[in-house]
Nanobody, 120 residues
């Protein structure tokens, strides 16, 4: 069983930055692929970014490429999402997810989410 707790959300003006964190517990952190997803009001949840077990491989949605950076610290069992040049359309609840063998957006473990609001 894996427990995930997100933090770092909040209200920021367009063009600003936020850094989200995801703290994991329950099993060896480095055994899991990790991902960030988001769900905007009235929309379906969408993929944001993912990172391999050792952190060497990352993938981003086109909408955030060049603005967001995903990273992980396996020693501290934490994952981060640095979000720069934020836009109002980035407003959403952001979720971290973990799975040993994820398929697309199919992850087994999810956090409770942290809300990000970007004002124009």
């Amino acid at each position: 069983q894996v427990q995930l707790v997100e933090s770092g959300g909040g209200l920021v003006q367009a063009g600003g930055s936020l850094r989200l964190s995801c703290a994991a517990s329950g099993r060896t952190f480095s055994s899991d692929f990790m991902g960030w997803f988001r769900q905007a009001p009235g929309k379906e949840r969408e993929f944001v970014a993912s990172i391999s077990r050792n952190g060497f491989s990352t993938t981003y949605a086109n909408s955030v490429k060049g603005r967001f950076t995903i990273s992980r610290d396996n020693d501290k069992s934490t994952m981060h999402l640095q979000m720069n040049s934020l836009k109002p359309e980035d407003t959403a609840v952001y979720y971290c997810a973990a799975d040993r063998f994820p398929t697309g957006s199919q992850y087994t473990y999810w956090g409770q989410g942290t809300r990000v609001t970007v004002s124009s």
